[in-house]
């Protein structure tokens, strides 16, 4: 017999969580011709891990694992918005604005789901297993690709230099060593066609 009141709860988070559609990123498609939404990047990098995982630096990681918590990484934005990466005022607050939404979403499940999920949200930041620093490297690799690919639409419009998106994705080498290699070459790459400005040239 079904447990209404469960259900409804699952119900209520179902419909809270479509809130993610309307959260918009700094990222534009690889055509450049709108920013990205939370959700589109959730779906994005959760495809990415299943056609990438063998690029991680631990085998025989627990891939549904990493997909889970790409599907409920940015949830928290719902209520702290997508804080841009190279935003040093808006990053100072968001550890703070991040745990508190994780407590209101993830609480509107029924109990075990909700310890759950927000148990994966958790384990995604610490970035302490080797599935959630597979994870962390698709969150971080997937805006470099895209604005690879629009010609750096974000990078013009905030002023971002070569310096600083180094110093913000090598960290994903944690993840995937071979990924970080990939990234360093579109980041030439994007230096040597005219898009991204190169700071640190003589």
């Given at each position: 017999?079904?447990d209404?009141?469960?259900?409804?709860?699952?119900?209520?988070?179902i419909?809270?969580i479509d809130?993610?559609?309307?959260i918009?990123?700094?990222s534009?498609?690889?055509d450049?011709?709108?920013?990205?939404?939370?959700?589109?990047?959730?779906?994005?990098?959760?495809?990415?891990?299943?056609?990438l995982?063998?690029?991680?630096?631990?085998?025989?990681i627990?891939?549904?694992?990493?997909?889970?918590?790409?599907?409920?990484?940015?949830?928290?934005?719902?209520?702290a918005?997508?804080?841009f990466?190279?935003?040093?005022?808006g990053?100072?607050?968001?550890?703070k604005?991040?745990?508190?939404a994780?407590?209101r979403?993830?609480?509107?499940?029924?109990?075990?789901?909700?310890?759950?999920?927000?148990?994966?949200?958790?384990?995604?930041?610490?970035?302490?297993?080797?599935?959630?620093?597979?994870?962390f490297?698709?969150?971080a690799i997937?805006?470099l690709?895209?604005s690879?690919?629009?010609?750096?639409?974000?990078w013009k419009?905030h002023?971002?230099v070569?310096?600083?998106?180094?110093?913000?994705?090598?960290?994903?080498?944690?993840?995937?060593?071979?990924?970080?290699?990939?990234?360093?070459t579109?980041?030439?790459?994007?230096?040597?066609?005219?898009?991204?400005?190169?700071?640190?040239?003589?």
């Amino acid at each position: 017999m079904v447990d209404i009141d469960r259900l409804s709860q699952q119900m209520r988070f179902i419909v809270e969580i479509d809130k993610l559609k309307h959260i918009e990123r700094q990222s534009a498609l690889t055509d450049g011709t709108r920013q990205e939404n939370d959700s589109e990047h959730s779906w994005h990098i959760a495809a990415m891990a299943i056609l990438l995982s063998e690029y991680s630096n631990e085998k025989g990681i627990d891939l549904l694992k990493v997909i889970k918590m790409l599907l409920i990484h940015d949830l928290v934005e719902i209520d702290a918005g997508d804080t841009f990466l190279y935003d040093t005022l808006g990053n100072s607050t968001k550890a703070k604005r991040e745990k508190d939404a994780a407590a209101r979403i993830f609480g509107l499940l029924p109990e075990d789901q909700a310890v759950e999920m927000h148990s994966l949200w958790e384990e995604y930041e610490a970035r302490e297993s080797p599935e959630a620093r597979f994870a962390f490297a698709m969150d971080a690799i997937q805006p470099l690709i895209l604005s690879f690919h629009n010609k750096g639409w974000s990078w013009k419009k905030h002023g971002v230099v070569k310096s600083q998106i180094v110093d913000k994705k090598e960290p994903l080498k944690i993840g995937s060593r071979d990924l970080w290699e990939y990234a360093q070459t579109l980041i030439k790459r994007a230096v040597d066609d005219g898009f991204l400005i190169d700071d640190e040239a003589p």
